[in-house]
């Protein structure tokens, strides 16, 4: 599948979640709200390193989420406008979690006196680079199936690898 087509069929996949989502009148009297925390992986590359197997505008990697195990993830960059990301966590079991992230990828900030030294990876100086971006869980399949949720953390960009990890709560129906 071809990166334009492989943007559309995720974009696709997305507008159905979020129409199915918005049918949801309220969680149900037994619906579990839960501490959500995730850390996500993703080598692009470097100097000194290959990059990145993902389609390009895309990242890929590792995805940790506490209490629901290990997957995989990939985030298809500008596709629900700019500075909104969508995030694919798929699952050991092959469970799903569809999640929007935003945060605009012109506000990554190199901290203290790091400056312009170093390098990221994806042409800005300074390393390491980091970013605030807000997490909406809008829906999942397996035993996530009908998440929801929200969550705040950082990117961290540093030598060749991002390590992105978000706190907030998911919803289970």
Known sequence: MKTSEKK??????????????????????????AVYH??????????NASLSA??????CGTATVR????????VVFGACGPGCQTRLVTFDDG???????????????????????GYIGFGLPGNPQF???????ISGTGRLAGATGSATGTVKVAGGVAVIAVSGTITLP
């Open 131 to 137: 970013l605030e971006i807000t997490q909406t869980i």
């Open 95 to 117: 469970s799903t979690l569809w999640i929007i992230e935003e945060g605009n990828l012109a506000d990554f900030q190199s901290p203290g006196a790091s400056g312009n030294h």
């Open 8 to 33: 559309v069929y995720i974009t696709q996949l997305l507008a159905i979640a979020m129409a199915w989502a918005s049918f949801a009148v309220a969680p149900s009297a037994n619906a579990e709200t």
């Open 67 to 74: 209490q629901f195990g290990h997957g995989s993830t990939e």
């Open 38 to 47: 995730a850390t996500f992986i993703e080598a692009y590359g470097g100097p």
């Open 54 to 59: 993902c389609a390009p505008g895309t990242s």
